[in-house]
């Protein structure tokens, strides 16, 4: 099952970068978009032309970053009538980081809860429409029918929706920056089938709050989630 991701999240992903550093950060903005899933393994990015408008930079600034990518086995550039730039399938598994300072990850993980459960309680507070409802849902149902190549993008996405729900844009901003670091991390070990299991559960809870619009059952769903994936990475990383 494939869902589009919301506007809100494309344009955190695609918003223009800084002068100063228009390479590096067109090279860390297009990481972004590949880790969050907003482009998956397979899919191809938008052409250079349109990525220049949307980054604000010069088409050559784009070309070097894809070339930067397509060089350390990211992205794939293919020629032709079907050709473009596609993020590879499969992705290169990153390097293991090693053991992550503990002040590291008390910082990212702490600030991953303040985020995530502010996101749910709002989400959990809005009006939303059928049509949102829906796709919250069709989200939830994605990651549980995603396989073990999917499953974190799918994970992903249903976290940035619910942040996207509680229509605060700059949220989804944080969220992003923060949900990619975690992925970085995340995607250094393999995934648990039971934790998959366990983690569907909990995205149903979580989800079910919201439509329900129980602002603390949703704050508590989502805390109780991150709190296994915490405990995963401090065992591994830590």
């Known amino acids: 099952m494939t869902v589009e991701p919301l506007p809100e999240v494309r344009r955190v992903v695609y918003r223009p970068v800084r002068e100063g550093n228009a390479l590096e950060d067109t090279v860390a903005r297009l990481v972004q978009t590949i880790r969050l899933g907003v482009v998956g393994p397979g ?22 970053a894809i070339r930067e990518l397509a060089d350390t086995g990211y992205l794939v550039r293919r020629r032709g009538r079907y050709g473009g730039t596609f993020v590879a399938d499969p992705l290169p598994r990153p390097a293991d980081p090693g ?40 989200r939830h149902e994605a990651a549980c029918e995603a396989d073990a190549e999917g499953y974190r993008r799918a994970d992903t996405l249903l976290h940035l929706t619910i942040a996207e729900l509680a229509r605060i844009p700059s949220l989804v901003a944080l969220l992003a920056e923060n949900r990619a670091r975690v992925n ?14 366990h983690s569907n559960t909990q995205h149903e809870q979580l989800v079910t709050a919201i439509l329900a619009g129980r602002a603390d059952a949703a704050e508590a769903a989502v805390l109780d989630h991150l709190a296994g994936s915490e405990a995963l990475l401090r065992g591994f990383l830590a």
């Open 43 to 64: 899919e191809s990015l938008p052409a250079e032309r349109e990525l220049a408008v949307l980054y604000a930079v010069s088409r050559d600034t784009v070309r070097e």
């Open 99 to 138: 053991v992550v300072p503990a002040v590291e990850l008390d910082d990212v993980l702490g600030l991953r809860r303040v985020l995530e459960a502010g996101a749910a309680r709002a989400a959990a507070g809005r009006t939303l429409s059928p049509e949102v409802r829906e796709e919250l849902w069709l």
């Open 184 to 197: 970085a991390w995340l995607d250094t070990f393999p995934l648990l089938p039971r934790n998959i299991e």
